[in-house]
C-alpha cells in the first residue's frame, strides 16, 4: 500500500512535469525542424541559424503560457500540501 501511495504522487508529479514543460518543448522541436529542413536545403551549416530561432520561440511560448502554467503548478503544489496528512497516515 505504501508503495502505491509513493507511486501516484511520483506519476502525477511526472505528468504535472511533462504537462508544463509540453508546450515549450514541442515548440522547440517544431522550430528545430523546420530550421533543420531550411539548413539543408540551403546548404547552410551555421549552429547559430538553429540555436537562436529557437531560443527566442520557447521564450515566446514560455512568456505567453507563463499565466498557464503557474496555475497548472500552484493546483499541483495545493493538492500535495492539502493531502499531506492523509498520505502520512496511510504511509504509518
Known amino acids: 500500500m505504501n508503495e502505491l501511495i509513493i507511486v501516484q504522487i511520483a506519476r502525477e508529479a511526472l505528468k504535472t512535469a511533462i504537462y508544463v514543460a509540453g508546450p515549450a518543448l514541442i515548440v522547440s522541436m517544431v522550430v528545430g525542424l523546420s530550421i533543420s529542413v531550411f539548413q539543408v536545403v540551403t546548404s547552410l551549416q551555421d549552429q547559430t541559424v538553429a540555436f537562436v530561432p529557437k531560443v527566442i520561440a520557447v521564450m515566446v ?6 499565466p498557464w502554467m503557474v496555475r497548472i503548478l500552484v493546483q499541483f503544489t495545493t493538492k500535495m500540501f492539502t493531502e499531506f496528512n492523509v498520505v502520512v497516515r496511510q504511509l504509518s
Open 61 to 66: 511560448v514560455v512568456v505567453i503560457s507563463f
